[in-house]
């Protein structure tokens, strides 16, 4: 079975200051993808990221950046910076190599104050 | 703007009744899946339809059906609603059926059941 905890329900930060966003999973497959998705108050799914479980690179992107570690089956998030913009839940998912829908995480609520 | 469309954007009725939410995926998509997002849930996995096929099931109820049209659009129907199926309702898009795949999802359907 495959299973995604994101144990941090709601963080609330002050514009500026960096964030990090944890995100534990598990999984038997041998092959997997995770991912990240931003949900903002509009309501959207918006695609973040993809890193399959081969690529153990962080990856930076802007002020995002991702942190994989199979030996901690963890896939981070940090905002740098953050700016009020940056307010949503943020979702973490798992794909196995053998399945074809997303497992969400709970989500974590992102709060970003002035 | 994901390219993935979804109609209705809200949909109040009452419990008994059926609905029916439609959606159209992004150009050139093949899969289409169905997640419901509520409070007490999270984000589940619905079904999946890959090229007018059925591909994959989650935690569907009986009461729900689904199926993906020759032009590709989708429609999730719902039947003898209950209270309890007041959620979101996103349809997502991906170009193929592999999980590796990012899926891309549409702004969602907002159910009230009353």
């Known amino acids: 079975a495959q299973k995604v905890t994101q144990a941090q329900t709601e963080i609330s930060v002050v514009e500026k200051e960096d964030v990090t966003l944890d995100c534990v999973y598990e999984?038997?497959?041998?092959?997997?993808?995770l991912f990240w998705y931003k949900q903002p108050p509009s309501g959207e799914l918006v695609f973040l990221i993809r890193r399959n479980s081969f690529d153990e690179q962080n990856e930076i992107s802007g002020r995002y950046s991702w942190n994989f570690q199979k030996s901690t089956s963890s896939f981070n998030f940090t905002i740098t910076a953050s700016q009020v913009v940056d307010s949503a839940v943020y979702f973490c998912a798992l794909s196995g190599f053998s399945g074809y829908a997303l497992n969400f995480g709970k989500g974590t609520s992102l709060l970003v104050t002035p | 703007d994901s390219g993935v469309t979804q109609t209705p954007k809200h949909l109040i009725t009452a419990t008994g009744q059926r609905v029916t939410l439609r959606c159209s995926p992004r150009s050139g998509d093949l899969s289409v899946y169905w997640y419901q997002q509520s409070l007490d849930q999270g984000l589940q996995f619905l079904i999946q339809?890959?090229?007018?096929?059925?591909?994959a099931k989650g935690n569907i109820l009986e009461r729900f059906s689904a199926q993906q049209f020759p032009d590709l659009h989708s429609e999730l129907n719902l039947s003898s609603l209950e209270l309890g199926d007041s959620a979101l309702y996103f349809c997502?898009?991906?170009?193929?059926?592999?999980?590796?795949?990012?899926?891309?999802f549409g702004p969602g359907t907002r159910l009230t059941v009353l």
């Open positions: 339809y890959y090229n007018g096929e059925e591909r």
């Open positions: 997502a898009s991906s170009a193929t059926s592999e999980s590796y795949n990012e899926q891309f």
């Open positions: 999984t038997r497959d041998t092959t997997y993808y």
